[in-house]
Each structure stands twice: as C-alpha cells, then as structure tokens.
C-alpha cells in the first residue's frame, strides 16, 4: 500500500446514454477518465426503459478502466456520482429488478399528469404536471402494473440505485430524491401527500443524505472490481443538470448553464424557493439554495432524428452529416418554415403531455437542409420563449449563457442560438461538465476531513472547492463564503443583429402555433387510441 496521501477524487455521471467516470487532481486536472455506452429500450411509442443492472455495468466498467490508468490508486481519496435524473427503478428485497427501469423522457403517463397534476402537488414539489417526474409514472405503475409496486421492496433513483451497489446501504441524496417529484422542497423530505399520490410506502424509499456529505464507504468486495486497493467513502451527489451547474461555476445571478443535448435544459441559481409553470424548481447545490430549469424534452434528439430519417450516408460521416454544411447556406428563417419541436411533448412553459412536433410553411422550394435548419432554429426560439418567461417571473436578468453539450459543437446551431435570443453565448470547452460538478462536491468532502493549507503553511478545515464554487484553482471559499462564478475555458459567439431582427418577428409567429393547436393534439390523440383500439 501507497503511503501517498489520498489527494485524488474519482466522479461518475451515469447519464442517459452512458457513464463516465473522470479522477481529478487537487488542482482539478483530469488525470483519467473512461466512459461506458447505455443502450435505452423503446417497446411502445413514447415508452422509454433501461435495465438497471446496465447502470451498475456502464458505471463499474467506466471506473475501473479510469483508474487503471493511475500510476498510483491508493491516491484516490474519495468517489461521487451524478447521473441522469427522474429515472427510477424498483427492486425486490435482493436488490433485483422487478422490471426495466423507466427513464425520465417516457411519456406513458398522460392520463395520470391529467388525474394528479394539481397546483398543490406543482406548489408542494416545485415541478409542474409534465412527463418528467417519476410521480406520476409510478401513478401509472400502480394502475397497470400494480403487482410491482406492491412486491417493491425498494423503490429509488439512479443516484440510490449506485449507491446500494457500492456500499450496500439503501440511500441517496436529497438533490438526487427531489427530482422523482415526491418531495416537500421547501422541508427538503419525503412529502406523504406526493408518496400516497405515487401508490408508495415510505419505508420502500432510500434513507436521504445531504448534498456534499459522506453517505458510507464502499464495500469491501467493490474496490476489487473497480482495481482500488482499499474502500473509500462515497459522497452524496447531484442530478446531471445541477452538477454541470456547479462544474460551469453557473451558481450566481445573472449566470445561467445550458445543456443542449438530447434534452435542452436552462438552469439558474435562486436563493428563494419559487414555483411558477415558467420552470421547473430543483433541489439546490446545498441547504436554503435551489435551481429554476427551464425543459425542452426534445432537442439533440429532435436533430438526430432529422439527420437519420431525412440524411444520406456522406463519404466520411455518418447519415445526415451533411445537413449542417447544407443547413447553414438557408437563410435565417429558413424561407418561412417553422418548426415546433415537441417531439417528446411540450414542457415550459406549456406542460402538455400530448402535444406534438409541427412543421408549419411548406412550398415547393424548401429542401431537407430548410427542415433541418428550422429544427435548429425551432429549439431557438423555444430558448428565447424559456429566457423571457423566467426573467419575467425572478425578475433577474440573465446576461450569461454557458452552453455545454453534444449540440454545443454545432457552430451554426449555436450561432442560431445567440441570434435568436440575442444575447451572447460562450461554448465552453468540450468536458464532462456534470462528473466535474461531482468532483467539486467530492473535493469539498476531501478538503473538509483532511484539511488543507493556506497560505501562511498553517491547516485549516475547508477548501478552494466548497459546493457550488467552480471547478478547478480558484479563490479559497471556506464553509458559508460567498461563491466566486468561475470562467470556464471557451469561445463567445456574439448575436448577428440583423438576423437578430428577422427572429425576432418570426419568434412571435412561433409561438404562436402551439396555442393554436393545443386542442387539436387532444383531438389526435383521442382518434390515435381509438384506431388502436382492438
């Protein structure tokens, strides 16, 4: 055994499409890291499940290969996890799945949303009736498939599920809890209002941790399979959203993160709590703060579909690589098309389970490249509606945007971006901004128990890495100091103003379309289950 202090911390995002895992050096370099791929199963329309076990598998395998990169393991002082969120899995009392797990975009629900969905349950959970939380999904469990929730002798998020596999203890965070739609936010616990709406027992459920805090060490036989050479302890994480706030150094105000990925999710920080269908509360980074989101279910995927559906196979890229060199010769506005992108149902500020995507505009010179283009562009103006409904409600503005994700390498899509909302937007380098957020919250743990120098040589508790302080060297922020917003590395794109202006007249003609056909998804809906009907 290594007699080197454990000065390395080991993170995992177990997200929807896979885990990554990331160690960090003191000064919060990345010395290692390695990922897994997640397979999502789709068995109905609008059905989407995984298999817990691959969680556990994508997870262990990430961490194993991350640190068998390491000259020296023993150095890893401690391991905490963000994963995707709202997703939930129950178990037998062995810890064995009873069914696939069923993840945060299914929207099997609808008619529960419409049942359950009341301002009371929105003002109790800060979420807003949507297909998101897993409230009302478990609602449907109950309806359908009673016999699970009844044989359930554990019932819990992805967070809880990784940390029965690694410790042994049924528990996880109160951040990671929260987004399953069952808490009283303002009182940060189990709501027995929202678990009798969900056909749960309180005793089914993961015992709660605070954020930052140690929840157990790991089990004697894990450090084996992960090639650690003795436990360390696991620190209660985050979701993905709030920890790629904490890695962005989003957690002033002012400061907003964006995920543009299969989802688009915009989050600020707030000292208050706040409920409004202008967005959706989330637990904060720690006790008496809490984040606004704003939730667009569909956005890279709307994209992806788009480039495999309406795509040719290019000579050195994969189906539908060239729609974007296509996509940016159309003109802003992509000759009057319009795209309403809710491919998987309307979230802020609308929450409809039911509602659809719709194209609107088409002549006979628009092509493929004037689809995609209004894709990209739809999301956009879905982005300005989001922007101005939450300043409108918190009376803040928001004057920075830091764009991470998969739709962050597109120059045009993210060029669309500032012109549509105006506003400038940095991009910033191409990191796993969420496990960097669990490794801030890991670090903060490390620093706290070993104690850190200052500048005079003298060892003090706390650190440069308190939650929701940035990533990486920065200015010491001891426990209860003001955060310092970080920079991350990247590129500013600067909005074009005259496309700004043409967006801008075509953004009020976007958002008009959905109030215009709100009732008739309702409608299409109705007749789609009728034609199914045997």
């Known amino acids: 055994?290594?007699?080197?202090?454990?000065?390395?911390?080991?993170?995992?995002?177990?997200?929807?499409?896979?885990?990554?895992?990331?160690?960090?050096?003191?000064?919060g370099a990345v010395v290692a890291q390695a990922s897994r791929q997640l397979p999502t199963r789709q068995p109905r329309p609008s059905w989407h499940?995984?298999?817990?076990?691959?969680?556990?598998?994508?997870?262990?395998?990430?961490?194993?290969?991350?640190?068998?990169?390491?000259?020296?393991?023993?150095?890893?002082?401690?391991?905490?996890?963000?994963?995707?969120?709202?997703?939930?899995?129950?178990?037998?009392?062995?810890?064995?799945?009873?069914?696939?797990?069923?993840?945060?975009?299914?929207?099997?629900?609808?008619?529960?949303?419409?049942?359950?969905?009341?301002?009371?349950?929105?003002?109790?959970?800060?979420?807003?009736?949507?297909?998101?939380?897993?409230?009302?999904?478990?609602?449907?469990?109950?309806?359908?498939?009673?016999?699970?929730?009844?044989?359930?002798?554990?019932?819990?998020?992805?967070?809880?599920?990784?940390?029965?596999?690694?410790?042994?203890?049924?528990?996880?965070?109160?951040g990671s809890a929260d987004t399953l739609g069952l808490f009283d936010l303002r009182r940060m616990t189990w709501s027995p209002d929202l678990l009798a709406v969900?056909?749960?027992?309180?005793?089914?459920?993961?015992?709660?941790?605070?954020?930052?805090?140690?929840?157990?060490?790991?089990?004697?036989?894990?450090?084996?399979?992960?090639?650690l050479p003795a436990p360390v302890p696991l620190v209660a994480g985050i979701g993905d959203g709030q920890a790629a706030g904490i890695g962005l150094g989003a957690t002033t105000p002012g400061v907003a993160y964006l995920n543009l990925g299969t989802s688009m999710v915009l989050g600020v920080q707030s000292d208050a709590y706040l409920w409004d269908p202008a967005f959706r509360t989330m637990a904060g980074v720690r006790a008496g703060l809490y984040t606004l989101e704003t939730v667009l279910n569909a956005a890279a995927y709307v994209a992806t579909w788009c480039r495999e559906q309406f795509g040719e196979a290019g000579v050195d890229g994969p189906a539908g690589s060239g729609l974007e060199t296509a996509a940016a010769q159309v003109p802003a506005g992509a000759e009057g098309l319009l795209t309403v992108p809710y491919w998987n149902a309307a979230q802020t500020p609308y929450w409809d389970p039911l509602a659809r995507g719709v194209t609107v505009g088409w002549h006979g010179r628009h092509t493929r490249a004037h689809l995609y283009r209004s894709i990209l562009e739809g999301v956009g103006f879905e982005l300005r509606l989001h922007l101005e409904r939450l300043e409108a409600v918190t009376g803040r503005p928001i004057t920075t945007i830091r764009v991470v994700g998969g739709g962050g390498r597109s120059a045009l899509w993210v060029q669309i971006l500032a012109d549509v909302t105006g506003r400038p937007v940095r991009v910033c380098a191409d990191e796993e901004w969420s496990a960097a957020g669990a490794a801030v919250l890991a670090r903060a743990y490390l620093d706290r128990t070993q104690g850190v120098a200052d500048g005079s040589g003298a060892v003090r508790p706390g650190g440069p890495s308190e939650p929701g302080a940035p990533a990486g060297p920065g200015a010491p922020a001891g426990p209860g100091a003001p955060v310092v917003p970080g920079e991350p590395a990247g590129r500013d794109v600067l909005p074009d103003p005259a496309a700004t202006r043409r967006y801008e007249r075509l953004s009020a003609v976007h958002r008009r379309i959905y109030p215009a056909l709100r009732d008739v998804f309702g409608d299409l809906h109705a007749a789609a289950r009728e034609d199914d009907a045997p």
Request: overall charge negative.
């Open 198 to 227: 969900a056909g749960l027992r309180a005793e089914q459920l993961p015992a709660l941790v605070p954020v930052g805090e140690p929840v157990a060490d790991l089990t004697p036989d894990v450090p084996t399979a992960l090639g």
């Open 49 to 174: 499940e995984q298999d817990a076990e691959d969680w556990w598998t994508a997870t262990r395998g990430a961490v194993a290969e991350a640190v068998a990169a390491l000259d020296d393991p023993s150095r890893v002082g401690a391991l905490c996890l963000t994963h995707q969120r709202e997703s939930f899995v129950c178990l037998d009392a062995a810890g064995r799945p009873l069914r696939p797990a069923i993840l945060w975009l299914d929207g099997r629900a609808h008619e529960e949303i419409a049942r359950f969905g009341t301002r009371s349950v929105h003002e109790t959970s800060g979420k807003p009736p949507d297909t998101t939380p897993a409230i009302y999904k478990l609602a449907w469990l109950a309806r359908h498939e009673p016999d699970t929730l009844r044989d359930a002798a554990m019932v819990g998020d992805v967070h809880a599920y990784l940390t029965w596999r690694l410790t042994g203890r049924w528990a996880t965070s109160d």
């Open 1 to 27: 055994m290594s007699t080197t202090a454990a000065d390395l911390v080991l993170a995992v995002d177990t997200s929807t499409t896979g885990a990554k895992a990331i160690v960090q050096d003191p000064s």
